[in-house]
C-alpha cells in the first residue's frame, strides 16, 4: 500500500513547481508518507483503493495539511518580523485550497498574521468557498450525498 500511494503521489513532487520551492509541502507529503507506513503496518492491510482506506488517509490527509499550513503560516510570520524572504501569498493559498483552511485559520488567530489584509482575507474566503464546492461536486459524483 505504501508503494502504491508513493508511486502515485512521487511524480508531484517533481512535476509541480511549488513543491520544489516550498517546504511546507514536502512536509505534508512526509507527514502523509508517514500516516501510510503506520496504517499499513501497525493497523490493517487493506486494499488500497477500498472505501476504508480512502477514508482513513482522507482524515490523514486533513491533520496533515491543516499542520503543514499552521507551520507555513507560522514560518511567514517569524520571517516578516525578521525581514527574510517570505511565503509567497499564493502557496498560502494553495495550501488553504488543499484543505488546510482550518489551520490557517486557527494560525490567523495565535499568530496575528494575514488577518487584517483585506486583500488576503478576501482570497482566504474564496479558497474555503472553492474548497466547499470541490467538496461538494466530489460527493455528488461519489453518489455519496
Not at 513532487?13 to 513543491?19: A, N, Q, T
Not at 520571517?79 to 517570505?86: K, L, M, P
Amino acid at each position: 500500500m505504501l508503494i502504491t500511494f508513493m508511486i502515485i503521489i512521487a511524480p508531484f513532487l517533481i512535476l509541480v513547481p511549488p513543491l520544489q520551492r516550498n517546504r511546507f509541502f514536502i512536509l505534508y507529503f512526509a507527514l502523509m508518507m508517514a500516516a501510510a507506513y503506520v496504517t499499513e503496518n501497525y493497523f490493517f492491510k487493506t486494499a488500497v483503493f477500498s472505501k476504508g482506506a480512502l477514508l482513513i488517509f482522507a482524515v490523514y490527509h486533513m491533520v496533515c495539511i491543516n499542520v503543514a499550513t499552521f507551520c507555513a503560516y507560522g514560518a511567514d510570520k517569524h520571517a516578516a518580523q525578521r525581514g527574510d524572504w517570505r511565503l509567497p501569498e499564493a502557496h498560502l493559498h494553495a495550501l488553504e485550497f488543499l484543505g488546510g483552511w482550518i489551520g490557517a485559520f486557527l494560525a490567523q488567530k495565535f499568530f496575528h498574521h494575514k488577518n487584517k489584509k483585506r486583500s488576503y482575507q478576501i482570497m482566504f474566503w474564496l479558497m474555503l468557498v472553492l474548497q466547499g464546492a470541490a467538496v461538494y461536486i466530489i460527493l455528488r459524483y461519489l453518489k455519496l450525498i
